[in-house]
């Protein structure tokens, strides 16, 4: 596969949407659901990348926040967020994301996601490590959880899990140095592999938020599961809806904390 062209053709509508930001209008802003916000970069940029992605390897099909959506069951499927934090992007405030994940079966095989805050891009490839612009990502000898920042995302439209998140939030701040809500679960995950976060962990989440940046966790020597560490494959966890994410000895002490806190469905 040319993995270049898809992390070229990535990079191409991020700084497309870079460019959009200086010019752009929030009043040209539409309300998808609570909280939920969606904008005409968001519409343009999944069809750019549906376009590209798509040329470069035919037959592929898609999933994508936006609407795009043609899975091909057994074969190759892009699964695309075109603008990973959207209202950030609105407001004018990284991080704010291009995700794309490329999975083969059940299975990721190639992520991207172009933070365009500071213009970082990370990718990961199956069994070939997780890299950002070019430098080798590697958490496998990660600080625990007590000399590291967790990342997490606070409920914004689906609240039946409000106190177990206060319970957990209470815990983090007690076991930890710290807790950083950013409002980008790709750049978050990214930010795991890259060793900015120790651990990561959120609920109510959609596939596009999270392929890409499972793949990269795990390429660069890190865990991601769900809130319990069930085993599941790539294509259920990715649509699981919660994500416990961090190198090997800070998961070690998230898993423990969302296992117990936490309600299986």
Known sequence: M???GFTEAVRAVGDWIRSERREF???HV?????NSLVSYVDQQAEQMLIERLTSLLPGSGVLGEEGGESWIDGG???IIDPLDGTTNFIHDLPPYAVSVALMQGRDLVWAAVYELGQARMFTAERGRGAFCDGR??????????RDGLVATGFPYHEFSQMPQYLEALQ???RGSRGVRRFGSAATDLAWVADGRFQGFFEHGLA???VA???LLVRESGGLATNFFGTELDDYDLVRCGSITAGNPQSYRDLIQLTSDVFTQP
């Open 2 to 4: 040319n993995t270049s």
């Open 25 to 27: 209008n929030a009043n």
């Open 30 to 34: 539409e309300t998808k659901a609570l």
């Open 76 to 78: 190759f499927n892009w």
């Open 136 to 145: 080798v990502l590697d958490v496998r000898q990660g600080a625990p959880l």
């Open 171 to 173: 815990a983090c701040f």
């Open 207 to 209: 596939p596009w938020d």
């Open 212 to 214: 890409a940046g499972i």
